[in-house]
């Protein structure tokens, strides 16, 4: 029941900015946790932002500083901005989200940062 669908990936230079967005059916992002996974091509999937029900949040060291996540609690949405882009940031983005552990997934959005 629960489904999650990114959009907003796609191109940008080093040093640029992408918003991505993810809008949840049958979850209420009142209710959990959300965030953001992303996985680069030959490494492993990792953890780059989160934000709990009351508004704390999490950042994995090498995005910190550049991104942020945030929520809106009307439209059910989320949204993870990205600045000052590297090239290691390429990856697939999965949207998550759970009622206490991030467990429920979007199909990705890629994105691709140029030198």
């Known amino acids: 029941q629960v489904q999650l669908a990114e959009s907003g990936g796609g191109l940008a230079q080093a040093g640029g900015s992408l918003r991505l967005s993810c809008v949840a059916t049958?979850?209420?992002?009142?209710?959990?946790?959300v965030g953001w996974y992303r996985q680069a091509p030959g490494k492993e999937r990792e953890l780059v932002a989160r934000?709990?029900?009351?508004?704390?949040?999490y950042y994995s060291d090498s995005v910190k500083g550049r991104f942020t996540i945030s929520r809106d609690r009307v439209k059910d949405t989320q949204t993870l901005q990205m600045n000052s882009l590297k090239p290691e940031d390429t990856g697939i983005y999965y949207c998550a989200a759970g009622r206490i552990v991030l467990d429920h997934w979007g199909k990705g959005s890629t994105v691709t940062v140029s030198s």
């Open positions: 934000i709990n029900a009351d508004g704390t949040t």
């Open positions: 049958g979850f209420t992002w009142n209710a959990g946790v």
